[in-house]
């Protein structure tokens, strides 16, 4: 890896800044896919980054590993989807205390990659299979994944009393739109409605005629 670049991972990742420098974030990304040995290099020196103890650092180093998988191709997944970094970012997540953002952020990016980025990708499955759904049976919470599913997929008989719950509440607004009905005063049927006015004609024409 070239110097600036190493420098540039270290520089967005300093916790001399108090948010993360998305300029420069999207930079590195731009030079990693650059670079044939880019995916390699620079995940060496986020994993050095993960293990600093300053809490401000290691946010930072994820939220450049995010950016990372968005904006990066297989070659880095494949790194990220190894065995070493799953050890690595279980420890993330176990962290707690002073470093619980840490741990939220981490699971955050475990929950995306495996519903979203990884999702259905028997390559990269780790994150999903051994990661994300491992943890959350060992009690791990994740945050509600938006636009997606915050638990396991659903069962056969999941799904069946899903459809139950739904007729239930269809019969329940099918009685209540009856009773209104029901309550509603009748309204004259239109031929007892014509037969009326005309016979208040008739009527009217023989009294004239009288």
Known sequence: ?????????V?????????????LIMDICDRVNESQN????????????LADSRPLVVLHTLSLLGALVEN??????LLVCSRDFVTEARRLVRMSGPQQ??????????????LDNFKGNTELGIIEHELYWK????????PLAHGGQSGPP???????STTNTQLTEDEQLARAIQMSLNEAPPCPAPQ????TDINVIYRLKDKWCE
């Open 101 to 114: 953002r840490v741990s939220d952020k981490m699971k955050e990016l475990i929950q995306k990659w495996a």
């Open 192 to 195: 007892q409605a014509v037969r």
């Open 72 to 77: 990066c191709g297989r070659q880095l997944h």
């Open 11 to 23: 520089r967005a990742t300093s916790d001399d800044k108090s948010e993360a420098d998305w300029t």
């Open 154 to 160: 659903p069962s056969s008989s999941t799904s069946r």
């Open 38 to 49: 880019g995916p390699g290099d620079v995940m060496k020196v986020v994993k050095k980054r």
């Open 135 to 142: 943890l959350k049976n060992e009690g791990v919470h994740f």
């Open 1 to 9: 890896m070239s110097r600036s670049l190493s420098d540039d991972v």
